[in-house]
């Protein structure tokens, strides 16, 4: 089994910046991919960004250009930095992990960006 835990969320203006930091734990060499999902209240949970095998990425692109996924050099840990954060980008963000024989998820973090 893989456990995921996040951490690096909180309250920030519009236009300001947050790093989400995910640290994935247990079997970690059944991990494909690792990557970022987001539910805003009353809205389905979708794709934020995905660290595929060999370093593809792939974006939301109400994201594209102003969140980054990256990889950490032991391969389970999964940074989001985000910038220009908008009001829209308020939401619970979950780290993913596609695993061998079902994906993992955290615990979430709540993103909230307010004046």
């Known amino acids: 089994q893989v456990q995921l835990v996040e951490s690096g969320g909180g309250l920030v203006q519009p236009g300001g910046s947050l790093r989400l930091s995910c640290a994935a734990t247990?079997?970690?060499?059944?991990?494909?991919?690792m990557g970022w999902y987001r539910q805003a209240p009353g809205k389905q949970r979708e794709l934020v960004a995905r660290?595929?095998?060999?370093?593809?990425?792939n974006y939301a692109d109400s994201v594209k250009g102003r969140f980054t996924i990256s990889r950490g050099s032991a391969k389970n840990t999964v940074y989001l930095q985000m910038i220009s954060l908008k009001p829209e980008d308020t939401a619970v963000y979950y780290c993913?992990?596609?695993?061998?024989?079902?994906?993992?998820w955290g615990q979430g973090t709540q993103v909230t960006v307010s004046s």
């Open positions: 247990g079997n970690i060499f059944t991990i494909n991919a």
């Open positions: 660290s595929g095998r060999g370093g593809s990425t």
């Open positions: 993913n992990a596609e695993v061998v024989g079902g994906d993992a």
